[in-house]
T-cell receptor, first 115, second 111 residues
Framework: EPEVTQTPSHQVTQMGQEVILRCVPI?????FYWYRQILGQKVEFLVS????????KSEIFDDQFSVERPDGSNFTLKIRSTKLEDSAMYFC?????????????FGPGTRLTVT | GQNIDQPTEMTATEGAIVQINCTYQ??????LFWYQQHAGEAPTFLSY????GLEEKGRFSSFLSRSKGYSYLLLKELQMKDSASYLC????????????FGKGTMLLVSP
């Protein structure tokens, strides 16, 4: 069964460094998402991406964050200058077009630790 | 704004039935999801309700009342592997299907 994949599974970085989290959504899906979950807290929406552009973003998704779909298969989240409070699990999700339903398929996540 | 409430923790015994409630007040609504999340893992889809009523899928059922802003997830014949966090999530009506999650209910199933 097709699945969303994410790399790396765990990333440790120093405060102020840039990180890029990578995701490969399910191949025929059209909508892509990033969520984060700080340890012990709820899953929070960051950004949605459709038709090669951001469709929605939350207040969390400030100028330090950016997303890209560079080659038609990968979907990346970049954090330009990491802060301690960016430490969280980051989940990528994708879903088909409207005819395929609203279920979002989540990847296994990347645990980001900022020291 | 969005407000989704569910109990923090619940305990039950193997073989029993448990009901996890979720209430929501949201500015837009296009359905409600239940996800299961084991510690350190991704959320996995359990159910989606957009119309009022009960949806049954094996041991799991989910109910929605839009007028009351209320849903529940019913788990029957509990197994040890059902110990997990259960996330209630509201689907927005923007067209891009943003999910707003509750804090999750940690269910512990004991022998």
């Amino acid at each position: 069964e097709p699945e969303v994949t994410q790399t790396p599974s765990h990333q440790v970085t120093q405060m102020g460094q840039e990180v890029i989290l990578r995701c490969v959504p399910i191949s025929n899906h059209l909508y892509f998402y990033w969520y984060r979950q700080i340890l012990g807290q709820k899953v929070e929406f960051l950004v949605s991406f459709y038709n090669n552009e951001i469709s929605e973003k939350s207040e969390i998704f400030d100028d330090q964050f950016s997303v890209e779909r560079p080659d038609g298969s990968n979907f990346t989240l970049k954090i330009r200058s990491t802060k301690l409070e960016d430490s969280a699990m980051y989940f990528c999700a994708s879903r088909p077009g409207l005819a395929g339903g609203y279920e979002q398929y989540f990847g296994p996540g990347t645990r980001l630790t900022v020291t | 704004g969005q407000n989704i409430d569910q109990p923090t923790e619940m305990t039950a015994t193997e073989g029993a039935i448990v009901q996890i409630n979720c209430t929501y007040q949201t500015s837009g609504f296009n359905g409600l999801f239940w996800y299961q999340q084991h510690a350190g893992e991704a959320p996995t889809f359990l159910s989606y309700n957009v119309l009022d009523g009960l949806e049954e899928k094996g041991r799991f059922s989910s109910f929605l009342s839009r007028s009351k802003g209320y849903s529940y997830l019913l788990l029957k014949e509990l197994q040890m592997k059902d110990s997990a966090s259960y996330l209630c999530a509201v689907l927005g009506d923007s067209g891009y299907s943003t999910l707003t999650f509750g804090k999750g209910t940690m269910l512990l199933v004991s022998p």
